[in-house]
């Protein structure tokens, strides 16, 4: 049986000061997919991105789960946004971050103890939890940022460039992480990276060049 189409994004088209950056792209992003949008820097992988979730204006119709999408406020709880550099502040520890976030997506003050430890093991920081994130490596911050995010238990996460300056250990190690979190809680994930050599780590490989979609399939496909 087919996957689900968890989202569906038709004719997406931006400009930027009379600039065409995205060019009637259309895209669907299955029930429990690991796909990533792939192209060089300034290709238009974030702005897509942003474009289809509404967080920036542009043209074209997005849904989640058959329900059109007019406002980012429709996917709070649905969908996660982890940006390229974690908004959690360098002067709070990783349980204070982590904890502020389960604090603002509702998580009920008696769950959020339990919340936060089950966060903190699947991100690999419980042994972290008393540090500043201000003194986390990079491939850290990435792992909070993601822990961020997790807080809301959305069923979908974009990720921007969540391997972007990391050496080539800690970048497997966060790939890793994605697709244990895919594979075991059922997530879909939509990862931003420009690091061709890992393709083949997803479901699905979606290449952006100059705002178009110039290759959408599977890894064994893409050449």
Avoid: W
């Amino acid at each position: 049986m087919a996957k689900e189409h968890l989202l569906l994004f038709k004719n997406v088209y931006k400009e930027f000061d009379g600039v065409e950056v995205l060019t009637n792209i259309n895209l669907y992003i299955r029930k429990n997919e690991f796909l990533t949008l792939l192209g060089p820097s300034g290709c238009g992988k974030t702005t897509l991105v942003k474009a289809m979730l509404k967080i920036i204006p542009a043209e074209g119709e997005s849904f989640f789960a058959g329900e059109q999408i007019k406002s980012p406020d429709e996917l709070v709880g649905k969908v996660g946004f982890a940006p390229q550099f974690t908004c959690a502040h360098p002067m709070l520890t990783v349980e204070e971050a982590v904890g502020g976030a389960l604090e603002i997506a509702g998580v009920p003050t008696e769950k959020r103890a339990e919340r936060l430890g089950e966060i903190l093991e699947t991100i690999g920081l419980a042994e972290h939890a008393k540090k500043l994130v201000g003194s986390l490596s990079g491939g850290q911050l990435r792992r909070i940022g993601l822990g961020v995010e997790l807080a809301g238990d959305p069923a979908v996460m974009c990720c921007d460039e969540v391997t972007s300056g990391l050496d080539p250990l800690s970048e497997n190690s966060i790939l890793d992480l994605l697709r244990n979190l895919c594979d075991s809680r059922g997530k879909t994930f939509v990862c931003i990276i420009h690091n061709l050599a890992n393709h083949y780590c997803f479901d699905t490989v979606t290449v952006i060049h100059k705002g178009r979609v110039v290759f959408n399939g599977t890894p064994e496909h893409f050449k």
